[in-house]
């Protein structure tokens, strides 16, 4: 059985969620309002231990919640990149705003795959379950709907970000992609050539 750290364990849960979770039904209990530390509902909580405290499969519920915020919030501050200016942007200004998109995809890409190798370790996360699936084909869309040639995906997993150092171009033109910058110069290039 692997011991969960106190600091990890909600300190409040939802009605719902002890039932879902906890290992009895609640009896007599305390219940005020504040936030479910699993599913992240402000509503009426008391303690885990009025449920019998939480089997494990609380960790699933709780990093699932996590993993659906940090791409909800991905994809409202991408789109929010994305509203139309009046003014038509030059190619550095562009290369600019891909350089900052492609940083940002990057980092949550980051922090999504080192959330699911905690949740992996700590035996909530299947890696050939619908979760996992879930996570990475959000993920997936993501990527497709800030950018449609793929590059995007090429750079994350083929390139590993930057640190293979593969060659891409147009034509003839190729040339090693190792940042950000790189990728974004891509990305418009690809566009002047074959339309945005």
């Known amino acids: 059985m692997k011991v969960v750290k106190q600091r990890d364990y909600p300190v409040w849960v939802c009605y719902p969620c002890g039932i879902r979770h906890g290992f009895k039904e609640c009896g007599i209990a305390t219940w005020h309002d504040d936030e479910c530390g699993i599913c992240g509902e402000f509503a009426s909580v ?89 996570i990475w084909r959000s993920f997936d869309v993501l990527m497709d709907c800030v950018e449609q040639q793929e590059w995007l995906e090429w750079y994350i997993y083929d390139n590993d970000c930057g640190a293979a150092k593969m060659k891409a171009g147009f034509g003839d033109v190729v040339n090693p992609i190792k940042n950000s910058r790189d990728l974004a110069k891509l990305i418009v290039d690809g566009e002047d050539s074959y339309g945005k």
Not at 56 to 71: G, H, P, Q, T
Not at 91 to 98: A, G, P, S
Not at 127 to 132: A, V
């Open 46 to 134: 008391t303690e885990p231990r009025d449920f019998g405290h939480l089997k494990n499969s609380w960790m699933e519920a709780y990093a699932e919640r996590v993993v659906i915020d940090k791409l909800v919030n991905a994809e409202v501050d991408v789109n929010r990149d994305n509203l139309n200016t009046t003014t038509p942007m030059n190619k550095q200004e562009r290369i600019k705003k891909w350089t900052a998109k492609i940083d940002k995809i990057v980092g949550n890409y980051k922090q999504l795959s080192a959330a699911c190798d905690v949740a992996h370790d700590a035996g909530c996360l299947d890696i050939d379950g619908q979760l996992h699936t879930a």
